[in-house]
């Protein structure tokens, strides 16, 4: 690597790193507003309401037209975040009430397993040796997380029934986006996706009952989580994935896991038990053993939406990896 790549290297890195970070505080961050009395509708609402203020802003300042590309397709992203984007967000969300955040992260991050199965079968190829071990290991690694709880009564069955979807969904919801989102600047891409899911989370508040957080370090903590593990999150992944491309992203955004696991352990007193740690390690294992094996091609950029020229889509692709996309 030279010094030219490295100085594009580095600061790409630590975005990945700190953005990931940053998904990983809000575990934490939803289990108090729960405390404060928001349900899981009512506080993504508003985390994705500030978070789409945020972006809809910068876009502005930018010069991009969002009633523009939204004529050109960006509806279309819009309404893959009011379906596939909701709900994949809102199975997690509503399975921490119930599961320990760490065990809900932990069981979340089998979904590259269910990605390559998903490649494999839409494309027709079969799956390496190296591959089915990879799979194997994560959802072994799944097993020994959640069957000691299941056999003692520890696991709540209904946030196991929360969690277990949220793979299967985020994984569709990827390789949708994958073709949606390269035609349009990340700032377009990200405003429009937002849009979507805040929408259908509003509806989901008015007809359950929109909440108020009672205090004000509620409400900061609201805002935090719309700019900081929201809009700011995004930026960042914009900015790095294209310059690390797709294979080293995957690894650095294992920081999210990370964090969640240490905050559950650290802050909110969740136990360590042998069974969670081997756990762990064969899902982490088996993420990055796929990430590391497997080639990329090099990361495109965004194609030109209809009416703009390639000097327009300067803001890098906003193409799915493996890190929670709306988290």
Same mark, same amino acid.
């Given at each position: 690597m030279t010094s030219e790549q490295a100085d594009r290297v580095w600061p790409a890195a630590l975005a990945a790193i700190f953005g990931s970070a940053l998904v990983g505080l809000m575990p934490l961050s939803a289990r108090l507003l729960y405390e404060e009395g928001l349900d899981a509708p009512s506080? *993504?609402?508003? $985390?994705?309401?500030?978070?789409?203020?945020?972006? %809809?802003?910068? +876009?502005?300042? $930018?010069?991009?037209?969002?009633r523009r590309a939204w $004529? +050109?397709? =960006?509806? $279309?992203? %819009? *309404?893959?975040?009011a379906t596939l984007g909701a709900a994949q967000t809102l199975c997690f969300w509503e399975s921490i009430k119930t599961l320990d955040t760490s065990? !809900? /992260?932990?069981?979340f991050y089998t979904y590259p397993a269910v990605t390559l199965l998903l490649d494999r079968v839409v494309a027709k190829q079969p799956i390496r040796p190296l591959a089915v071990c990879c799979i194997a290991a994560i959802l072994f690694g799944a097993g020994l997380i959640t069957a000691p709880g299941l056999r003692t009564g520890a696991l709540?069955?209904?946030?196991?029934?929360? !969690?277990?979807?949220?793979?299967?969904?985020?994984s569709v919801y990827l390789a949708i986006n994958v073709r949606l989102l390269r035609r349009h600047p990340a700032a377009i891409g990200a405003a429009s996706l937002f849009a979507g899911i805040f929408v259908t989370f509003g509806v989901a508040a008015v007809i359950d009952g929109l909440t108020l957080p009672p205090s004000v370090p509620g409400w900061l903590l609201v805002v935090f989580i719309g700019l900081g593990p929201g809009a700011l999150w995004m930026i960042?992944?914009?900015y790095s994935v294209p310059r690390l491309? +797709? +294979? %080293?992203? =995957?690894?650095l955004?294992?920081? /999210?896991l990370v964090t969640v696991v240490a905050i559950g352990v650290l802050a909110l007193g969740e136990p360590v038990t042998p069974g969670r740690a081997v756990g762990a390690g064969l899902i982490l294992a088996g993420i990055l053993v796929h990430a590391l094996s497997r080639r990329y091609a090099p990361h495109p950029g965004p194609l030109p939406a209809r009416g703009e020229s390639a000097e327009d889509v300067d803001g890098g692709s906003l193409s799915p990896s493996p890190g929670r996309g709306t988290g």
């Open positions: 506080m *993504l609402f508003w $985390r994705f309401g500030v978070a789409l203020l945020a972006l %809809s802003l910068i +876009a502005h300042l $930018r010069g991009l037209d969002l $004529r +050109a397709g =960006a509806w $279309r992203i %819009s *309404l893959l975040g065990i !809900a /992260e932990l069981l709540d069955v209904r946030g196991l029934l929360w !969690a277990a979807p949220a793979p299967l969904i985020y960042l992944f914009t491309g +797709a +294979a %080293s992203f =995957a690894i955004a294992n920081t /999210e």
